[in-house]
C-alpha cells in the first residue's frame, strides 16, 4: 500500500519562511494534500495539487511536487504564530473502488517569538 | 455551506461498554469517509462508502467495529465492545468529485477515552 512519511517537528523563528517536506511510495497519485490540524480541532484543508502540475501558489502558501522523487513540499512564507499546528500531508489514489487518502504521520510546526 | 457534522464531539467510556457516532456529510456529496486517528499518528481509513454501499472496509476491525449508511447520506459508525486501544479521534469527511478537482472535508472529530 502507500507509505507517506514526513519528519516529525519544525521550529521556526516567527516572520521567517517554513518548509514541511514530505514523501511518498506511490505513483499514480492523482492528487496531493496538505491539511492543518490545531489543538483539539479537527483537520482544515489547505491547499491540494494535482498530480500533472509541479507547483501551486495560494497567498502564503506554496506547494511544490516533484513527481520523479515523490516528493511534496509546503513552504509558508512570513510564518505566524496562528501558523504553530500539525501538518499533514495526504496523498489521494483512484482506485476501482473509489479515492483513497492516505495520511503521513505529520509535521508539528512551533513558531517562536 | 455547512460543514460535515459530527456528534457526539466528546464521550468517556468504560471497556467492553459501546458507543456510536454520527455523521452528516456536506449536501450532495457522494462519498463518506470514516478515519481514525489515534494520538500522535496520522489519520487512518477504517471504512469508505459511496452513496449507501460500502467501497473499502478492509481496515475496519470487523469483530467490534461496524458502520452504516443506510439512505446514503448520514452514517453511524459503532464500536462494541470498547477496547482502551480505541482511545481516538474518529473523523468523518466526505468528497465531492468535480471535474476541477476533488477536495475532501473533514469534520471536527469525535473524541473518545477508553477507560
Known amino acids: 500500500g502507500e507509505d507517506v512519511e514526513q519528519s516529525l517537528f519544525l521550529s521556526v523563528r516567527e516572520g521567517d519562511s517554513s518548509v514541511i517536506n514530505c514523501t511518498y511510495t506511490?505513483?499514480?497519485?492523482?492528487?496531493l494534500y496538505w491539511y492543518k490540524q490545531e489543538p483539539g480541532a479537527g483537520l482544515q484543508l489547505l491547499t491540494y495539487?494535482?498530480?500533472?502540475?509541479d507547483m501551486k501558489q495560494d497567498q502564503r502558501l506554496t506547494v511544490l511536487l516533484n513527481k520523479k522523487d515523490k516528493h511534496l513540499s509546503l513552504r509558508i512564507a512570513d510564518t505566524q504564530t496562528g501558523d504553530s499546528a500539525i501538518y499533514f500531508c495526504?496523498?489521494?489514489?483512484?482506485?476501482?473502488?473509489?479515492?483513497?487518502?492516505?495520511f503521513g504521520t505529520g509535521t508539528q510546526l512551533k513558531v517562536e517569538l | 455551506e455547512a460543514g460535515v457534522a459530527q456528534s457526539p464531539r466528546y464521550k468517556i467510556i468504560e471497556k467492553r461498554q459501546s458507543v456510536a457516532f454520527w455523521c452528516n456529510p456536506i449536501s450532495g456529496h457522494a462519498t463518506l469517509y470514516w478515519y481514525q486517528q489515534i494520538l500522535g499518528q496520522g489519520p487512518k481509513l477504517l471504512i469508505q462508502?459511496?452513496?449507501?454501499?460500502?467501497?473499502?472496509d478492509s481496515q475496519l476491525p470487523k469483530d467490534r467495529f461496524s458502520a452504516e449508511r443506510l439512505k446514503g447520506v448520514d452514517s453511524t459508525l459503532k464500536i462494541q465492545p470498547a477496547k482502551l486501544e480505541d482511545s481516538a479521534v474518529y473523523l468523518c469527511?466526505?468528497?465531492?468529485?468535480?471535474?476541477?478537482?476533488?477536495?475532501?472535508?473533514f469534520g471536527e472529530g469525535s473524541w473518545l477515552t477508553v477507560v
Open positions: 469527511a466526505s468528497t465531492l468529485v468535480t471535474v476541477s478537482g476533488n477536495t475532501i472535508y
Open positions: 506511490d505513483s499514480s497519485s492523482t492528487y
Open positions: 495526504a496523498v489521494d489514489i483512484l482506485t476501482g473502488g473509489g479515492n483513497k487518502l492516505t
Open positions: 462508502f459511496q452513496n449507501n454501499g460500502v467501497v473499502d
Open positions: 495539487i494535482f498530480s500533472n502540475m
